[in-house]
């Protein structure tokens, strides 16, 4: 009975983790979202600035002006879809199957590089966004590692 016990409180780390992997999901959209209207008052302002009559709508900046900002908030959003698609079963399989007493400290690991992304895309450093998508590779190789380790020697 307390092994079931130990491994419910274990599992709630999973639970935590996923949390806190879709508490930052949640803020990428709404980076996505804040882009655009920054985008939209930044344009409106230079319109204003210059006297220009010509109108600027929301709608040309959120379906494709080919302003930095605006991609920075769609690939931020982008890659974490991505990533996400091999990320959560193999994170949710791993505290299931292998051992879910680490899935909190898995998750902060992954979260937290993902959220440097928005910060890390566009540099002008050129290849320094690999330290928002490297740590997420190697966790979710970890993952697929120790699962197909557990499988292999059940």
């Known amino acids: 009975m307390s092994h079931?016990?130990?491994?419910?409180?274990?599992?709630?780390?999973a639970v935590q983790g996923t949390l806190l992997y879709l508490g930052l999901y949640f803020m990428c959209l709404s980076f996505q979202s804040f882009s655009k209207f920054y985008l939209l008052a930044k344009k409106k302002q230079e319109a204003?600035?210059?006297?220009?009559?010509?109108?600027?709508?929301?709608?040309?900046?959120?379906?494709?002006s080919h302003d930095k900002m605006a991609l920075r908030g769609d690939?931020?959003?982008?890659?974490?879809?991505?990533?996400g698609f091999c990320y959560l079963p193999l994170f949710w399989?791993?505290?299931?199957?292998?051992?879910?007493?680490?899935?909190?400290?898995?998750?902060?690991?992954y979260t937290a590089?993902?959220?440097?992304?928005?910060?890390?895309?566009?540099?002008?450093?050129?290849?320094?966004?690999?330290?928002?998508?490297f740590p997420g590779y190697?966790?979710?190789?970890?993952?697929?590692?120790?699962?197909?380790?557990?499988v292999a020697f059940a």
Do not use: W
């Open 48 to 64: 204003k600035a210059k006297d220009s009559n010509q109108r600027v709508s929301f709608k040309t900046i959120k379906y494709y």
């Open 93 to 109: 399989m791993h505290a299931l199957f292998v051992d879910p007493s680490h899935s909190f400290a898995i998750s902060s690991i």
């Open 138 to 150: 190697v966790v979710n190789i970890y993952l697929l590692v120790a699962l197909l380790r557990e």
């Open 113 to 133: 590089s993902r959220l440097l992304y928005p910060f890390l895309f566009g540099s002008k450093q050129g290849m320094i966004l690999i330290l928002s998508t």
């Open 75 to 83: 690939r931020t959003v982008g890659n974490y879809i991505e990533q």
């Open 4 to 13: 079931y016990c130990n491994n419910r409180r274990s599992s709630y780390q």
